[in-house]
């Protein structure tokens, strides 16, 4: 019997080596190290993620695929493992602190970071529907375990345990998905060969396929919090640790619409009439909750949430115009949300102080007089996630929206200009709060550690820089676009 091994390249999954590699090595230094000496995890875990960054640029402009063609090697993957990378990195800059404070000094909360990170490039690269599905797991499971982190706090296990129900079915429904799939093409689950099997057999297999697309839709309107797969979000983001929000806020957003994307675009072009209308009433539906329920949350973690769950709706913009302008828009918007909401998670993480006593939007009175630098910061990330000009996300709003009305969705974006009017409301808020309330209880002195004041010097100032400055991000969204000639 003759055994034919593929041909491969280690150097294509190259960052997925370091950063498993990393892990690793901090489980084993987590366990043999004497107590109280395991301060260089944070460190090294940045050291883990630089050198996959690098790796990651030193790829930039492959093209193909490689590991008997389960693996996509072009610039969309490289893309988002770079937001990937800034993701975690953010997250680990503004997490050693908070730790300490809960005398959680973890080893394994580093290596989750990563292992997660590993699964999200896994989904953003992935050729094959399994490879997808694998990633995702590895993404979910890293997840699960990093939301019940601080096992004797209530809110953390329930957090923990409402992600793993809820995950554990969008998982079961991209499975049969995927499943559906295979019988309606005959066999197989490459996105390629799918596309062109789908389109030969449509006569026969419709139904099959429909199926099969508006069960995988479920499966990734969970991951990406859309309406109405929506209702996990808003506990699980306010009982888990804050710094552990702020990483699946960002992480597990980007990922699960990168792959959805990749999808739709590759797979489903053939069915766009049916999938976009259906996301387009999915869009209305999220911006419009998300934005709404918003304005009534006195929690800022649980506002950030539905927060959250808005923007889902403006990505969706993105995928619903299907053109070119529409997966650039979604590639700045991703990249954009990631540096606005980790700052932000960052400035709650240190206004909530030790144990997280601060989390009510009320307790952000007087802060602009107490610690003024700190308000300014705070402020820059609220005005862009309402998208007001001169921050990265009016830049990101104006590409997505610019998109849809390349594509003819002019009521939708209508829409979606009103509901960014409504968020403006709570997002000024915080602000009108911050600077014009007097403080109803002295914060005191806050710690700013030079890792946390790392982290949001650089969010804010790259907030500020790419709204005013987009040209670097749209041009390599824009190359990144490349991998799919057909938009």
């Not at 489903?268 to 259906?278: D, G, I, K, R």
Request: aromatic share 14%.
């Amino acid at each position: 019997m003759t055994i034919n091994i593929p041909t491969f390249c280690l150097s294509s999954i190259g960052p997925w080596l370091t950063l498993t590699v990393t892990a690793i090595v901090v489980l084993l230094l987590d366990a043999l190290s004497p107590k109280g000496r395991k301060a260089y995890f944070p460190q090294l875990s940045l050291l883990g993620l630089a050198v996959a960054a690098v790796q990651t640029v030193r790829l930039w402009g492959r093209t193909g695929d490689d590991f008997a063609r389960m693996v996509y090697l072009d610039n969309f993957a490289f893309f988002f493992y770079l937001v990937l990378i800034l993701g975690a990195a953010l997250t680990v800059l503004i997490s050693r602190q908070y730790l300490e404070d809960y005398g959680k000094n973890l080893g394994e909360y580093y290596a989750l970071i990563l292992f997660a990170t590993l699964g999200m490039m896994l989904m953003v690269a992935g050729a094959h529907l399994i490879m997808i599905f694998l990633g995702l797991e590895i993404m979910s499971i890293a997840i699960y375990v990093l939301a019940g982190l601080f096992r004797e706090d209530l809110r953390s296990n329930e957090a923990a345990i409402k992600y793993l129900v809820l995950g554990a079915f969008s998982s079961a429904f991209l499975l049969f998905g995927m499943a559906m799939l295979y019988g309606a093409s005959g066999g197989t689950l490459y996105l390629n060969d799918l596309a062109h099997r789908l389109v030969e057999t449509a006569a026969l297999t419709k139904p099959l396929t429909l199926l099969g697309l508006a069960l995988l839709l479920v499966g990734f309107g969970f991951k990406v919090a859309s309406v109405p797969f929506h209702m996990w979000t808003p506990d699980v983001y306010e009982g888990a640790p804050t710094s552990v929000t702020a990483f699946m806020a960002v992480g597990v957003k980007a990922a699960a619409f990168a792959a959805f994307a990749r999808i739709m675009f590759l797979v489903f072009p053939a069915f766009l009439p049916q999938w976009n209308m259906l996301l387009w009433v999915l869009a209305v539906a999220t911006m419009t909750l998300g934005n709404v329920v918003a304005i009534a949350q006195s929690n800022i973690k649980r506002m950030l949430a539905y927060s959250s769950i808005a923007h889902a709706g403006y990505l969706l913009v993105g995928l619903i115009a299907a053109n070119q302008l529409g997966g650039v828009s979604l590639l700045y918007y991703l990249l954009a949300y990631t540096l606005m909401n980790v700052g932000a998670f960052g400035v709650v993480i240190l206004v909530g102080r030790k144990k997280d006593s601060y989390l009510n939007i009320n307790d952000y009175a007087g802060l602009g007089a107490q610690h003024p630098a700190l308000a300014a910061a705070m402020a820059i990330f609220m005005f862009a996630l309402a998208g007001m000009p001169g921050t990265v996300g009016f830049i990101g709003k104006f590409y997505i929206f610019s998109a849809a009305i390349q594509a003819g969705y002019l009521w939708l974006v209508l829409i979606g200009v009103m509901n960014s009017l409504i968020s403006v409301f709570y997002y000024l808020r915080i602000t009108v709060i911050m600077y014009m309330r007097p403080a109803e209880a002295d914060l005191g002195a806050i710690a700013f550690t030079p890792s946390m004041n790392a982290a949001l010097v650089l969010t804010a100032a790259a907030t500020i820089w790419f709204g005013i400055f987009p040209g670097l991000i749209y041009n390599l969204a824009l190359n990144s676009m490349k991998a799919f000639p057909g938009l």
